[in-house]
């Protein structure tokens, strides 16, 4: 299975700031014949299901705030919140889906300081 | 707008089995671009992938729970079915139906609201 790991596992930043939470996984999920990175990030609020924001690793869904950015490839990936707003709590997951089982990151926890 | 709802029984007892339905509408599940899968989070824990299905009934489990899930689909209600026996309490969980983007390696962009799946005696 390819191991997915956040870091941090929590941060606040106040409204306005820059948040930034990293991904690594086990192995790369880059595929070489597409150069595609396999690799997605969901928002999810209390209550709620997750809720897409970017896939191959760099693209934002529709609809999704442009503050929201992914970045990264291979194994080292990072989803940026360039200014952060209220709405924006919650907590982030990333997902490779380069391989069955698909997995996710652990989480990590966006709050306003 | 393509919507996927979940439902069940409600709670099972230890060592049953827990049946659950998503229901699709606002599109078909028998479109051929696209995969189905159940994914479920225990109660302040992370999100785990249960399994995928295509259409024609193809399915791919993750190999931690393969030999207690049974995914399955019924086109003609437009809906797909979650089947896992020899239940715990560590199989307390809210359950999340989700569409593939795509094929089955794609991310999943439409999610139900997710149905608690309870285990107790």
């Known amino acids: 299975d390819i191991v997915m790991t956040q870091s941090p596992d929590s941060l606040a930043v106040s409204l306005g700031e820059r948040a930034t939470i990293n991904c690594k996984s086990s192995?790369?999920?880059?595929?070489?014949?597409?150069?595609?990175?396999?690799l997605a990030w969901y928002q999810q609020k209390p209550g709620q299901p997750p809720k897409l924001l970017i896939y191959?690793?760099?693209a934002r869904e529709s609809g999704v705030p442009d503050r929201f950015s992914g970045s990264g490839s291979g194994s080292d990936f990072t989803l940026t919140i360039s200014s952060l707003q209220a709405e924006d709590v919650a907590v982030y997951y990333c997902?490779?889906?380069?391989?069955?089982?698909?997995?996710f990151g652990p989480g990590t926890k966006v709050d306003i300081k | 707008q393509l919507q996927l709802q979940e439902s069940g029984p409600g709670p099972v007892k230890p060592s049953e089995t827990l049946s659950l339905t998503c229901t699709v509408s606002g599109g078909s599940i028998s479109n051929s671009r696209f995969y189905w899968g159940w994914i479920r989070q225990p109660p302040g824990k992370g999100l785990e992938w249960i399994g995928s299905?295509?259409?024609?009934?193809?399915?791919y489990y993750n190999p931690s729970l393969q030999s207690r899930v049974t995914i399955s689909v019924d086109t003609s209600r437009n809906q797909f079915s979650l089947m896992l026996s020899s239940v715990t309490a560590a199989d307390t969980a809210v359950y999340y139906c989700a569409r593939h983007s795509d094929d089955l390696w794609s991310h999943f962009d439409y999610w139900g609201q997710g149905t608690l799946g309870t285990v107790s005696s």
């Open positions: 997902q490779q889906y380069y391989n069955t089982p698909f997995t």
């Open positions: 299905i295509y259409y024609s009934g193809s399915t």
């Open positions: 192995q790369s999920v880059l595929y070489s014949s597409n150069n595609k990175n396999y």
């Open positions: 191959w690793s760099s």
